[in-house]
């Protein structure tokens, strides 16, 4: 049941579970406990949607580079970052996991895989694509082809994934929005733990939890963490916390001058699979790569790129909307008319071929996502001088460029130019490379890619993370956190279907502890 604490006051309430943030992870999780029949309540700073595209509350300090992630790159509401996010599913590759630094195995984390497809109503199937005869005999010696999921854009937003749950009007579930975590009295004992909300209108819940879930946004559960350790100064906070922050970094690494239109779309559009669910081809250096043995995980994929009024842009728009869960406006639909001609051919493409078409005039960009060069020197602290709307610091993010990055980036576009020259790719499309020195002058204003990775990582003990491999905090033992930021490193892919199984996992180690506890209870009780 949703409750808005701009309505009500002096609250106080009390559950097992507390989870921060009805974002992504967060009603993921919640689903799981209603299902499993755990009280739970959520707290959500935002509203029921987020209709400005900067929160407010998403203020930070830059000392670094400029972090564009911070204002644009997260949503503050029910359904959080999933109501704008592209929905790219994706593994990382084993090679992107070291186990020297994770304490977590490759199966470990992707055991729920399954089922979490089966949520977001994705087919299954593997994600790499082995059948080299199907994709024009592409040799896959220095580069593996692989193909995200992405569902629908409806279920794209996990509001409207678990909309049941969080609408029913049974007390499992309680999400409170407009309800901003603000203070905590942590219990490291069995006794609840206390964490207090307010709204920006002064009202405040009160909230009892046994076990609290941070789930706020990689950012934001790094400043909560670091919020704790101010308002619990006793304990000693981890020496990683908040170091290791990172993103992938985009680069543009070539131009393509198209000679066989529509065998390059063909190719590399979206191709359209059951309940709405699309996938296309990207290219990801191969675990025997000697690039990626050096270590730069990435993966490269076509840029289809439009005019904002164009009609492809316009449909885009529509299906947006669909997932912010708001119409069209009339001059989006207007677009759309004025584009009848591709709407047609887009349609015969979408039930002739399955794929997407794209419109002839589009340029078409190839584009890189690296891991950056992770060091422990990018970090988020909290601000000795800017506070937020609650009166506690903001965060402090101070995120550089390491200038070796151009290097990384100019050796794997020669590879990858390599490839695309010696491959039937070369007679579908001209390779024209971005020139070196122009890559070098970008690189240091080189945009992040809203995946902040590594500021509250999992390590083997408390000298090299501040989460263990169940997510639970090592100094808080009854707080647990879920967000990219515990990643140790955000691998060659898009990171967010490592976090939903992680959330996945995480429910399922609270559910199987507060059941055995019931369980034992009962025994006592006969
Ligand atoms: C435009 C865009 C495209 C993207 N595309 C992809 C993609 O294709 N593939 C991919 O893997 N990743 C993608 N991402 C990243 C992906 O969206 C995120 O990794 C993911 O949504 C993060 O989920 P989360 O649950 O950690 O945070 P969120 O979904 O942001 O949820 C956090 C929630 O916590 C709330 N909150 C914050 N602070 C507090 C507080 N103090 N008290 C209470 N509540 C609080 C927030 O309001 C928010 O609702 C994209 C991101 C963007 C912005």
């Known amino acids: 049941m949703i409750h808005d604490l701009r309505q009500i006051s002096g609250q106080s309430i009390s559950a097992p579970i507390l989870i921060i943030g009805a974002g992504t992870a967060g009603l993921l999780m919640a689903e799981q406990f209603y299902k499993a029949g755990i009280r739970t309540v959520v707290i959500e700073s935002g509203g029921l949607k987020q209709e400005a595209e900067v929160h407010p509350y998403n ?3 830059l000392s670094g580079d400029a972090y564009a992630g911070a204002a644009k790159g ?7 970052t999933s109501t704008r996010w ?10 992107d996991m070291d186990p020297q630094v994770w304490p977590i195995s490759y199966e470990q984390i992707l055991e729920p895989l399954q089922e979490l497809e089966g949520i977001f109503q994705l087919n299954p199937g593997p994600y790499q694509l082995t059948d080299t005869s199907a994709y024009m005999g592409i040799n896959q010696n220095e580069f593996i082809l692989r193909a995200a999921k992405w569902p629908s854009f409806k279920l794209r937003n996990v509001a409207n994934l678990f909309t049941q749950s969080i609408h029913s009007d049974d007390d499992l579930l309680d999400v409170w929005i407009n309800a901003h975590a603000c203070e905590f009295n942590i219990e490291r004992s069995e006794n609840p733990s206390q964490v207090i909300a307010k709204s920006n209108n002064g009202n405040i819940l009160t909230i009892h939890a046994n076990q609290i879930i941070l789930a706020a946004g990689a950012i934001e559960n790094t400043r909560l963490h670091l919020l704790l350790h101010q308002q619990h100064p006793k304990i000693d906070p981890p020496a990683s916390l908040g170091h290791f922050f990172h993103d992938h970094i985009s680069a543009w690494i070539a131009d393509v001058k198209v000679q066989k239109t529509n065998a390059l779309n063909r190719l590399f559009g979206f191709q359209f699979e059951k309940n709405g669910v699309m996938r296309n081809l990207r290219f990801e250096l191969s675990p025997s790569s000697s690039l990626r043995i050096q270590g730069a995980p990435c993966f490269i994929n076509l840029v289809y790129e439009q005019s904002q009024d164009s009609g492809f842009e316009s449909l885009r728009k529509c299906l947006q909307g669909l997932q912010k869960g708001k119409w069209p406006e009339l001059s989006v639909l207007w677009g759309l008319v004025r584009a009848t001609p591709w709407l047609l051919k887009a349609l015969f493409w979408r039930y002739f071929y399955n794929t997407l078409s794209y419109p002839n005039d589009s340029q078409i960009k190839i584009n890189l996502v690296l891991e950056q060069i992770i060091s422990s020197g990018n970090f988020i602290g909290l601000s000795k001088e800017e506070a937020d709307a609650f009166g506690k610091p903001l965060a402090n993010i101070h995120w550089k460029i390491d200038p070796k990055e151009a290097n990384r980036i100019i050796a794997i576009q020669k590879s990858f130019e390599h490839l695309w020259n010696h ?29 902040p990775c590594g500021s509250t990582r999992m390590g083997h003990t408390i000298e090299t993370g501040v989460v263990d491999s169940n997510l639970r905090s090592f100094a808080f033992p009854n707080v647990s956190t879920i967000s990219t930021s515990v990643l140790p490193n955000a691998g060659g892919s898009n990171p967010t279907l490592m976090m939903l199984l992680l959330a996945l996992r995480l429910a399922k180690d609270h559910i199987s502890k507060i059941q055995s506890r019931q369980s034992n209870e009962l025994k006592t009780t006969d």
């Open 74 to 80: 997260r949503f503050r509401c029910l359904g959080g």
């Open 86 to 95: 592209g929905g790219a599913m994706i593994p990382f590759l084993r090679e």
């Open 59 to 61: 203020h930070v300090v």
């Open 423 to 451: 491959s039937p790719l070369a007679e579908l499309g001209q390779f024209l490379a971005i020139p070196a020195n122009e890559i070098e002058k970008k690189i240091l204003s080189a945009p992040d890619t809203y995946h």
